[in-house]
């Protein structure tokens, strides 16, 4: 409320004035040490002293979480609300169904100090910090400011983000309090993203002979990266061959060769043709006998050598 005193008058704080204009509200300070001008005040802390902070005179237990705190505090202020004044008469209750035709209406758009501290987001990374740690944001947001906050104490603490767009505020994101240094990330804030390992590339040619070796399968491409890690030289030369090879021998064959040579590591010079011809001879060769054979046999040409006997009346 008030950040420093000159001359004993406080200092107003610049965004609790705004918010307190956005509302319609008058920010008034007290003296300190004035209980009469403050008495309101002290008697609201005194009345959660008594009612809801656990104490051995409520005998209410601590809570566990801060959620459970303000789930507290909503019952008090429903019970005290609901009974009749020892002043008034009057039930609270009843009392402000009567003031609220007298009060002002509240902005239906919301001061951004209520939604936290204002951040843009990068627009290459949809991260925001707040308080020295890190936090995603969905995708959609980069290059556009978000409001962040914190909510709750303890294990229970979370960090919102709110975005406020034409449609008003909208919260997009929640993660747990994060440790500097350790990012809370939402895996879904980062749509298509694909986690990269150190030492694992993706192939993409650059020129025309690497797309034409490219082009053969995926046993080229293990062979490529099986060799490039080794250092494997006169790798262009190697794969010129390859290419020269898939048009003799078949884009098939060939691909299953440079697989295998991934596999056992057989980069040197002639390896390639090598596995392609011992690959060619180890396929079975069918043959059909003559039994089975459905070529035209010669038995037909026997009856040309063979003399055929003839009786007497053919002679006569």
Not at 154 to 179: F, K, L, N, T
Request: proline share 6%; with cysteine.
């Amino acid at each position: 409320m008030t950040v420093s005193h000159v001359a004993g008058v406080p200092i107003r704080n610049q965004q609790t004035v705004d918010f307190a204009r956005h509302y319609g509200v008058t920010v008034l300070t007290c003296q300190p040490a004035d209980p009469a001008s403050k008495g309101g005040v002290e008697a609201s802390v005194k009345v959660a002293k008594a009612d809801i902070v656990p104490k051995d005179t409520n005998l209410r237990e601590e809570y566990a979480s801060f959620a459970e705190l303000e789930g507290a505090c909503a019952d008090f202020m429903g019970h005290i609300n609901a009974r009749e004044h020892r002043v008034t008469k009057r039930k609270p209750a009843a009392m402000l169904a009567e003031e609220v035709l007298r009060l002002h209406r509240v902005p239906e758009m919301a001061h951004t100090v209520s939604f936290g501290l204002a951040r843009i987001v990068p627009p290459n990374t949809p991260m925001v910090t707040f308080n020295s740690a890190m936090y995603s944001v969905p995708s959609h947001l980069l290059g556009q400011r978000v409001f962040v906050r914190s909510h709750g104490i303890g294990p229970d603490e979370q960090v919102i983000v709110v975005h406020h767009g034409p449609a008003g505020p909208v919260e997009v994101a929640r993660h747990g309090r994060a440790r500097p240094g350790s990012p809370a990330i939402n895996d879904e804030h980062f749509p298509g993203h694909v986690q990269k390992i150190p030492g694992d590339y993706t192939p993409r040619a650059r020129t025309g002979a690497e797309a034409e070796f490219l082009a053969i399968g995926a046993g080229a491409v293990a062979w490529l990266k099986e060799a490039a890690a080794i250092g494997t030289s006169r790798m262009n030369q190697k794969m010129a061959e390859a290419v020269s090879l898939a048009k003799i021998a078949g884009v098939i064959d060939v691909d299953r060769a440079l697989g295998t040579a991934a596999i056992h590591g057989r980069f040197a010079h002639g390896d390639l043709s090598s596995i392609l011809q011992a690959g060619r001879a180890s396929e079975p060769t069918h043959t059909a006998n003559e039994e089975t054979s459905l070529t035209q046999g010669t038995g037909v040409w026997a009856a040309i050598t063979t003399p055929t006997t003839t009786t007497d009346s053919e002679e006569k």
